[in-house]
């Protein structure tokens, strides 16, 4: 009975450790009990922390953000190509603006 007492207890502690980490506190507590609070304080320690989980996506936001971004030179080359294409009649005014706000990133 002691065992399964010990048992618990541990597993209760490796939840609290799962609460500041991706994994949660909820499955790190099913894990412990399940499997071993051994087996479950590894799953915990490998998971990652909240706080570098926020840090990967604000990265990967900023990155995305960059890529989207066309460089300036060709930025001054597309509007120079819709300037021609509205001054040969094939874009109107309309069409211009949006696709000049598209391209500046003022959508």
């Known amino acids: 009975m ?5 048992w618990f207890i541990f ?11 991706k994994i949660g506190s909820t499955a790190a ?16 320690g490998l998971s990652k922390s909240l706080a570098q989980e926020a840090h990967d ?18 930025v001054a080359d597309e509007l120079r190509k819709l300037a021609e294409l509205r001054e040969a009649g094939v874009l109107s005014e309309a069409q211009f603006s949006q696709q000049k706000a598209r391209l500046l990133g003022e959508d």
């Open 57 to 74: 996506r604000a990265a990967l936001a900023t990155q995305l953000l960059q890529a989207q971004q066309p460089p300036p030179g060709l």
């Open 29 to 44: 507590f099913f894990i412990s009990l399940l499997l071993s609070p051994l087996v479950g304080a590894l799953v915990v």
């Open 2 to 6: 002691g065992i399964i007492i010990l």
């Open 11 to 21: 597993s209760l502690l490796v939840a609290s450790l799962g609460q500041q980490k």
